[in-house]
């Protein structure tokens, strides 16, 4: 039936995730055709598809991003379902009904719960009327600073600020008073424009209040053909700079067991409001302290980190994909156990976070028992400056989280990668770091590990 149905697949995406999708859907008997730009085309997911389409130069608008190049290559290779990872096209509703309307599969939810969670104003308000917990803050779009200056004095400082729509922290920062607020909503205004396409009556911004000392906790949910939304656990993702995540952890240890069920109730909830299918992260800021939760944002697409849920579940997160958009429905019976640890591997400065691309001439990946790294380079490869830095995924499965942290610290001395600047150091560097070790650490580390500068 999955042949029938989806093969051949179109993996509408490059590098780490591209190579990953390819495996799964090579294990499942399904034909796998990849897309490039000029400037991937020695890449190894290029080299691991069954069958490999040039899209154009490197620049993504003319590539990866370029929908019209993606339809004629998915029509050209007779593909009959496309997945388009995370990033790029992914969350783009517009692409996704473009697929389903050429009688293509798409292998995500519905261009409708797309645009219904795409605009981050939009899905609090949804998700509000759902019953799930919100921050204070903004219901319609704040449109300019006098606007922003009244709902900060409403909510109450310090507030978060951000873009209405995207994602990823861009344009996101935090003010404690009126004049960080000016400055802040400058960066969110000019974000909106350029990244998220705002309409011409002002940049669509978003003010909630901002939680001292949150813990960033997702969900991962799985919408079900037959109505089931099913929560699959949680990840922990605090560790980031300028609001990006660096390393992610499941369980989380800043949630009781009671803050969990309720988090994952709810998670359930916000999927049934949207008629949720597939894979999707519903995002929340945790008050550690006072042991209670906020809805963030949804991703409806898969994360980065999902190989975190994987290795703790023993479940195939793109399998599973695959088979809901098939018209699956199957049981699971869902047990985490043991502690994972994932910590992205960027080609990047380890002090400062600038990226630093190059030609890579060593890259030796770890292996051993609990160990797994999805990577979308090899040795040969050259970083450019075109994308994202992420090289690779470095996850370590334990009995627990100080196994975890042991088997971590193996893993990263014994990842070996040289030409391009890395954040291996920094990794090491963490797993030293007492708060980190503790457990006991919010979405602030990284910048007090760097005196306030990530």
């Given at each position: 039936m999955l042949t029938?149905?989806?093969?051949?697949?179109?993996?509408?995406?490059?590098?780490?995730?591209?190579?990953?999708?390819?495996?799964?859907v090579k294990r499942m008997g399904l034909r796998a055709i990849a897309v490039h730009s000029e400037a991937d085309a020695d890449l190894p997911f290029v080299r691991e598809a069954d069958e490999a389409v040039l899209l154009g130069p490197a620049n993504p608008a003319q590539s990866y991003l370029d929908a019209a190049k993606v339809l004629e290559a998915a029509r050209a290779t007779g593909a009959r379902a496309i997945h388009p990872g995370y990033g790029f096209l992914s969350e783009n509703a517009a692409f996704a009904r473009?697929?389903?309307?050429?009688?293509?599969?798409?292998?995500?939810?519905?261009?409708?719960?797309?645009?219904r969670m795409g605009d981050k104003i939009n899905a609090?308000?949804?998700?509000?009327?759902?019953?799930?917990?919100?921050?204070?803050?903004?219901?319609?779009?704040?449109?300019?600073?006098?606007?922003?200056?009244?709902?900060?004095?409403?909510?109450?400082?310090?507030?978060?600020?951000?873009?209405?729509?995207?994602?990823?922290g861009i344009g996101m920062s935090v003010a404690h008073d009126d004049e960080?607020?000016?400055?802040?909503?400058?960066?969110?205004?000019?974000?909106?424009?350029?990244?998220?396409?705002?309409?011409?009556?002002?940049?669509?911004?978003?003010?909630?209040?901002?939680?001292?000392?949150?813990?960033?906790?997702?969900?991962?949910?799985?919408?079900?053909?037959?109505?089931?939304?099913?929560a699959l656990g949680e990840r922990d993702c605090s560790v980031q700079r300028r609001h990006q995540?660096?390393?992610?952890?499941?369980?989380?240890?800043?949630?009781?067991?009671?803050?969990?069920?309720?988090?994952?109730?709810?998670?359930?909830?916000?999927?049934?409001?949207?008629?949720y299918l597939g894979a999707g992260t519903v995002e929340c800021l945790v008050d550690a302290d006072a042991q209670d939760f906020v809805f963030l944002e949804m991703n409806t697409r898969l994360q980065v980190e999902h190989p975190v849920t994987e290795l703790v579940t023993g479940l195939d997160l793109v399998e599973l994909q695959l088979r809901v958009a098939a018209g699956e429905s199957p049981d699971l019976d869902v047990r985490p156990r043991g502690h994972a640890i994932e910590f992205r591997v960027y080609a990047e400065d380890p002090k400062r976070f600038f990226p630093?691309?190059?030609?890579?001439?060593?890259?030796?990946?770890?292996?051993?028992?609990?160990?797994?790294?999805?990577?979308?380079?090899?040795?040969?490869?050259?970083?450019?400056?075109?994308?994202?830095p992420l090289m690779a995924k470095l996850c370590v499965l334990g009995e627990d989280r100080a196994d975890a942290l042991a088997k971590g610290r193996k893993a990263v001395e014994a990842f070996a990668v040289a030409g391009p600047k890395n954040n291996l150091p920094f990794c090491a560097e963490l797993l030293d770091d007492d708060e980190f070790v503790s457990g006991d650490y919010d979405t602030a580390l990284v910048a007090r590990m760097r005196g306030g500068r990530a």
């Open positions: 029938e149905t989806l093969g051949p697949v179109l993996i509408a995406n490059r590098g780490e995730i591209a190579r990953r999708i390819i495996r799964t473009a697929v389903v309307e050429a009688g293509m599969t798409w292998i995500g939810p519905s261009p409708e719960s797309i645009d609090r308000n949804l998700m509000e009327a759902a019953g799930v917990p919100v921050a204070a803050g903004t219901r319609e779009p704040v449109t300019d600073l006098s606007l922003a200056l009244r709902a900060a004095e409403s909510i109450g400082y310090p507030v978060m600020v951000k873009t209405a729509g995207g994602g990823g960080a607020l000016a400055k802040a909503y400058e960066q969110a205004a000019r974000a909106a424009s350029r990244f998220a396409g705002d309409a011409l009556d002002g940049p669509a911004v978003l003010i909630e209040r901002y939680i001292e000392r949150a813990r960033h906790v997702e969900v991962q949910i799985l919408g079900l053909p037959d109505g089931r939304v099913l995540k660096v390393v992610e952890e499941s369980p989380s240890l800043g949630i009781t067991p009671e803050l969990r069920e309720r988090m994952l109730a709810a998670a359930v909830r916000a999927g049934e409001a949207v008629g630093g691309p190059g030609v890579i001439t060593t890259w030796d990946e770890p292996v051993g028992e609990g160990v797994r790294v999805d990577s979308g380079y090899e040795s040969g490869n050259t970083v450019t400056p075109f994308y994202d």
